[in-house]
């Protein structure tokens, strides 16, 4: 993949989102991954590099709209936790990185 897809990739995603109006001073959470490996856990087709560019271009366009971007990092031990007795697959693996992906209160 390349620049230009993340970035296409990044746009489509911020436009999907539904801004908070309150202020317009909000906070992003946003994934990331300490290795390749990690990243292609949760994410099986992607790149940790093609995730940071997203990331990247992400964060660019909220902090023009005033919002503050946060990273976390995922691992499969945090999933593996989360999971508990649920049967794995990559359709949960993907739910649990996505429901990471989302608006958070200032702290």
């Given at each position: ?67 503050r ?23 949960l ?15």
């Amino acid at each position: 993949m390349s620049a230009r897809n993340a970035k296409q990739a990044a746009e489509e995603f911020v436009s999907r989102l539904q801004i908070p109006v309150k202020g317009n001073e909000s906070n992003f959470q946003l994934v990331t991954f300490t290795s390749d490996e990690d990243c292609r856990f949760f994410y099986p087709r992607r790149a940790l590099e093609w995730q940071q560019q997203v990331n990247t271009y992400i964060s660019r366009a909220l902090r023009l709209k005033r919002i503050r971007v946060r990273r976390v990092i995922l691992a499969p031990t945090d999933y593996t936790t989360w999971r508990s007795n649920r049967e794995d697959s990559s359709e949960l693996r993907r739910q649990f990185a996505d429901q990471h992906l989302r608006f958070v209160s200032k702290q």
